[in-house]
């Protein structure tokens, strides 16, 4: 018999990763509930309406900024309870206000399991006594898919970079822009969102000091883009296997950044193969087909520690 699964998420959340909590359904018995976030108000009644008690595990997908006002009825379901989280790498950004603020949260817990995005995040919190595993971001393939099409944007960056958080990519991609017509685009999720992604050669990203990757690199060399990529460093490239010239282009600062876009328009069969070796990779290592089975095992390991 399947060990029970509760997943408590929320509506409107982006990126979609039902694929990946679907995928779970092979190893457990599983319970999908998405609450809009108006709602998360009434987190008590919603953990009763739900009968978390009932089930072996609970697995809360709730931006922590919702999350962290529910202590108490946490506690009453710490036992069973997984918090999934992929903005971690925010308690360890000095400019986040959520600097240190998940490190707080979880020393009320006796018992807290942890699955989040970044390896060295994972790390460091693992040496602060949490109970947490690395689980990457990846793509759904179900939406993302390189397409035999002619790629008309020879550089591109698909997103918003306004964020206060994140200065260093909204100074970073405006200073590419400047120095290498850099296309920076805006587009609906979905079949808009991989058309466009399929119209860039090289996909610029410019995750500056967060200390992970974020969903769109792994979804920009699904698509067939060549990722030019900053070099996070502490072993997370190694964590992901991506390697410099053969899957993947790092760069460490603006200058060498400019190299790499440079060396992409006078090395144009190389770069395409580059593009290749990292479409084939991701598809391998970070669809969620991959990574519900790698979510499966490690929230099995979460059971045998309750």
């Known amino acids: 018999m399947k ?6 998420s929320h509506l409107h959340r982006s990126p ?10 092979a190893t457990f018995s599983t319970t999908i509930e998405k609450i809009p976030h108006r709602l998360i108000d009434d987190f008590n009644l919603i953990m009763m309406e739900f009968n978390a008690k009932n089930y072996d595990l609970v697995l809360l997908d709730i931006p922590h900024k919702y999350l962290r006002r529910h202590l108490k009825t946490l506690l009453q379901y710490q036992k069973n309870i997984v918090i999934y989280e992929e903005d971690l ?41 949490v109970f947490a595993h690395f689980l990457p971001k990846g793509f759904d393939s179900n939406i ?5 099409v002619l790629r ?31 296309q920076c685009l805006r587009t609906s999720p979905g079949k808009e969102y991989n058309d466009t992604l399929n119209r860039i050669s090289a996909f610029f990203s410019a995750d500056i000091n967060i200390g992970e ?35 993947i282009l790092l760069y460490s600062d603006r200058q060498q950044a400019l190299e790499k876009i440079n060396w992409t328009r006078d090395n144009q ?19 969620f087909d991959v990574l519900s089975k790698t979510m499966s095992t490690i929230l099995l390991r979460c059971l045998d520690n309750i």
């Not at 979609?16 to 359904?25: H, K, N, R, T, Y």
């Not at 993302?144 to 035999?148: A, R, Y």
């Not at 069969?269 to 669809?287: D, M, P, R």
């Open 3 to 8: 060990p029970s699964l509760l997943i408590i």
């Open 16 to 25: 979609i990763i039902d694929s990946l909590f679907e995928g779970l359904s």
């Open 89 to 129: 790498c925010q308690n360890y950004m000095p400019d986040s206000p959520w600097y240190s603020e998940f490190t707080e949260f979880y020393r009320n817990f006796d018992d807290v399991k942890v699955i989040s995005t970044g390896s060295s995040v994972v790390k460091r919190l693992q040496k602060e006594g």
């Open 144 to 148: 993302i898919s390189s397409q035999n």
């Open 152 to 182: 008309d944007i020879d550089l591109g960056f698909i997103g918003s970079f306004s964020s206060d958080v994140y200065v260093d990519r909204y100074n970073t991609l405006r200073y590419i822009d400047r120095h290498s017509n850099l």
């Open 213 to 247: 990757y974020m969903a769109k690199n792994f979804e920009a060399m699904a698509a067939g883009c060549l990722l030019i990529a900053y070099r996070q460093g502490n072993g997370e490239e190694e964590a992901l296997g991506f390697k410099d010239g053969e899957n």
């Open 269 to 287: 069969e190389q770069a395409k193969n580059i593009a290749l070796a990292g479409t084939q990779y991701v598809n391998t290592h970070f669809s």
